[in-house]
């Protein structure tokens, strides 16, 4: 079946550093992708998405990279900052469209 | 803020009881979906509702069972409470059916069942 994994659980960086967040999935038919991030005591918040036709996407201070052929997302942060310290979660599309499947989250903890 | 709200925001049932959990749309949008997201996990979806109508389910059992209102507002039912339903349940929503994705979380309600 369908699985999203992270291949970290927690990650700590400096202020000021880049993040890089991964994420494993195993649906080689999945077509689309999204990273949310998740506050303490908050819903997950939309980050960045991508389709499977394309290998990299970027946003403000984000960009996520995916590489079909090892099935691998990565979510790149720029400059971390303190109000960047919460859980990621990436989320792959089912194969019917209908919703998403998430994968278990990284922590990112940004130390001063 | 997403403007998706949630009711209650903190709920304790003793197994074996029944709950509602209320869930109101952002406004605009007609897809609602519902997940269970259990500590330190991520969301697990449990279903979708697109104009008053299920149009997708996760493997949840029947005793999840929902509503969609003509407003687009939304409704989580689960009867006979067991001790693994406590969990945070999460609601989303998003405009249309199958067109955008980007859909938007309510904040949640915590259900605990002792």
């Known amino acids: 079946g369908e699985s999203v994994g992270l291949h970290l659980p927690t990650l700590s960086v400096q202020e000021g550093d880049n993040s890089i967040i991964n994420c494993a999935y195993s649906?080689?038919?999945?077509?689309?992708f999204i990273w949310y991030k998740q506050e303490s005591g908050k819903g997950p918040q939309f980050i960045i998405d991508?389709?499977?036709?394309?290998d990299k996407r970027q946003g403000q201070r984000v960009t996520v990279l995916l590489n079909k052929t090892v099935k691998h997302l990565s979510l790149q942060i720029a400059a971390t900052q303190p109000g960047d310290s919460a859980v990621y979660f990436c989320?792959?599309?089912?194969?019917?469209?209908?919703?998403?499947?998430f994968g278990p989250g990284t922590r990112l903890s940004v130390l001063p | 803020e997403t403007g998706v709200t949630q009711s209650p925001t903190h709920l304790i049932k003793t197994r074996g009881q029944q709950v509602t959990l209320r869930c109101s749309s952002q406004?605009?949008?007609?897809?609602v979906s519902w997940y269970q997201q259990a500590l330190g996990q991520g969301p697990q979806f449990i279903f979708q509702?697109?104009?008053?109508?299920?149009?997708g389910r996760g493997n949840f059992p029947p005793r999840f069972s929902g509503l969609q209102f003509p407003n687009y507002s939304s409704e989580l039912n689960v009867n006979a409470l067991e001790l693994d339903d406590s969990a945070l349940y999460l609601c989303?929503?998003?405009?249309?059916?199958?067109?955008?994705?980007?859909?938007?979380f309510g904040p949640g309600t915590r259900l605990t069942v002792t």
């Open positions: 649906n080689s038919a999945s077509d689309y």
């Open positions: 991508i389709r499977s036709n394309m």
């Open positions: 989320a792959e599309r089912d194969n019917y469209g209908q919703n998403f499947v």
């Open positions: 509702y697109y104009r008053e109508e299920e149009n």
């Open positions: 989303a929503s998003r405009q249309g059916n199958r067109g955008s994705y980007e859909q938007y």
């Open positions: 406004s605009g949008h007609n897809t």
